[in-house]
T-cell receptor, first 114, second 114 residues
């Protein structure tokens, strides 16, 4: 049973560049979540989808951040243009029928913006 | 409004001694409560969950937690620590009040000494 798959695992890029993070949720899961984790702010929910539809994006920090879910098996989180303060570990998680169900996390993408 | 407070940012125990990680929550409705564990360079993994059934919840790897409504607490315990338990632990409260809302605690880092 494959878990949540995120790519790349590590990304180093220069400020101003576009960054795209990818996520494949567990098959059959209806909910998909994007989180950001930093030492200063801990784990923050950025956005979540239900059946490919964005439900709550109030955690997206700025217009530079955007997320899409074109189908049930793929989602992207894009930062354009990137800034050094975007450096963090970004996690994708998915959960089955209801939001109360446990969330299954990927191993994250460690993003460094120079 | 809901909130979750993990009372200790760091806990250090010796191998073979009991573990206690403390969590207090605040919720206007009957919440669901979870504990997750995060090992280095990994995503969060569910340890156990409380969803209004038995107040004493058993999880994986010998962990358990007790829901105490009168004290609004959901402390995580383990009778005997193992070196592999060294990780960060997150207490999570979730409720559905017409809209999904999940709050993660700030985390407690557990150190296990040989």
């Amino acid at each position: 049973d494959a878990g949540v798959i995120q790519s790349p695992r590590h990304e180093v890029t220069e400020m101003g560049q576009e960054v795209t993070l990818r996520c494949k949720p567990i098959s059959g899961h209806d909910y998909l979540f994007w989180y950001r984790q930093t030492m200063m702010r801990g784990l923050e929910l950025l956005i979540y989808f239900n059946n490919n539809v964005p439900i709550d994006d109030s955690g997206m920090p700025e217009d530079r951040f955007s997320a899409k879910m074109p189908n049930a098996s793929f989602s992207t989180l894009k930062i354009q243009p990137s800034e050094p303060r975007d450096s963090a570990v970004y996690f994708c998680a998915s959960s089955p029928r209801t939001a109360h169900q446990p969330q299954h996390f990927g191993d994250g993408t460690r993003l460094s913006i120079l | 409004a809901q909130s979750v407070t993990q009372l200790d940012s760091h806990v250090s125990v010796s191998e073979g001694t009991p573990v206690l990680l403390r969590c207090n929550y605040s919720s206007s409705y009957s919440p669901s409560l979870f504990w997750y564990v995060q090992h280095p360079n990994k995503g969060l993994q569910l340890l156990l969950k409380y969803t209004s059934a038995a107040t004493l919840v058993k999880g994986i790897n010998g962990f358990e937690a007790e829901f105490k409504k009168s004290e609004t607490s959901f402390h995580l315990t383990k009778p005997s620590a193992h070196m592999s338990d060294a990780a960060e632990y997150f207490c999570v409260v979730s409720q559905n009040t017409g809209g999904f809302k999940t709050i993660f605690g700030a985390g407690t880092r557990l150190f296990v000494k040989a």
